[in-house]
């Protein structure tokens, strides 16, 4: 299986499908994953809760990496989730990930994604948030 191939099947199989056991499948045991939240690395016991909880969001979801680039150990693609929300809404998130992999396993992962823009379309924050922010409005 290429790099690619691997990280899709990790997206199907816990993402979508739910199996957390499978994470240890994907990860060495050792495994850092870096962009979840702000100055934080985490590993697979992490990965298994931060996938529990965006999946109570969502009622079925998709994903596409596209396009991905491999070099030697390496693995860079830009990735886009969209699925359901319970409520019936449709919502996206979009992000990139670096992988390093050892075998068939990733050993570190950088991750950058739009949690800000998902949680606006899930409700978590007000629309058009980041404008608010920005010019230092507060809604009504």
Do not use: H
């Not at 989730?81 to 409520?87: C, D, F, M, P, R």
């Amino acid at each position: 299986m290429t790099k690619s191939e691997i990280l899709q099947a990790f997206y199907e199989r816990v993402w979508l499908k739910g199996d957390l056991s499978a994470v240890d499948d994907f990860f060495t045991a050792e495994a850092a994953a870096a962009g979840f939240m702000a100055n934080d690395v985490v590993g697979a016991t992490d990965i298994k809760t931060l996938v529990e909880a965006f999946r109570g969001f969502l009622e079925d979801g998709s994903f596409e990496l596209s396009p991905t680039m491999e070099k030697d150990d390496w693995l860079a693609t830009v990735i886009t989730l969209k699925g359901t929300t319970q409520t019936g809404q449709n919502v996206k998130l979009q992000g990139q990930i670096m992988a390093r992999f050892e075998g068939d396993k990733i050993a570190e992962a950088f991750n950058q994604f739009d949690y800000f823009a998902f949680f606006e379309q899930v409700g978590l924050l007000p629309e058009d948030a980041m404008a608010m922010f920005l010019t230092g409005t507060i809604a009504a």
